[in-house]
């Protein structure tokens, strides 16, 4: 079975760091891609961050460019989201995600396969 153990959340002043880390089993990184997704308190789910890393393509949102990077490491099966200069409009809880392709997409109907969520918390 596909499971997707999303990590690394926590309650951080703004202008501080975080790395999420997202453990898969059931598959390997070779063409899938694996997303990040926030959902925050009465708003829609949103795109974060996605990487397809056999084909070495990433996408980011406009919202985090420049603070966020994100970065698989195939050997554990795991990517990372680190977050740089937290805003406290980054919190949220965030998801990973996998799609069964080698290709970013931001839209979460794009995605097969979701872990349950962690607690970003970054107070002002």
């Known amino acids: 079975d596909v499971q997707l153990q999303a990590s690394g959340g926590g309650l951080v002043q703004a202008g501080r760091s975080l790395r999420l880390s997202c453990a898969a089993s059931g598959f390997t990184f070779d063409d899938y891609t694996v997303g990040w997704f926030r959902q925050a308190p009465g708003k829609e789910r949103e795109g974060v961050s996605c990487?397809?890393?056999?084909?070495?393509?990433?996408y980011f949102a406009d919202s985090v460019k420049g603070r966020f990077t994100i970065s698989s490491d195939n050997a554990k099966n795991t990517v990372y989201l680190q977050m740089n200069t937290l805003k406290p409009e980054d919190t949220a809880v965030y998801y990973c995600?996998?799609?069964?392709?080698?290709?970013?997409?931001?839209?979460?109907?794009?995605?097969?396969?979701w872990g349950q969520g962690t607690q970003v918390t970054v107070s002002s």
């Open positions: 995600a996998s799609r069964m392709l080698a290709a970013p997409k931001r839209s979460e109907t794009a995605y097969d396969y």
């Open positions: 990487i397809s890393s056999s084909v070495g393509r990433t």
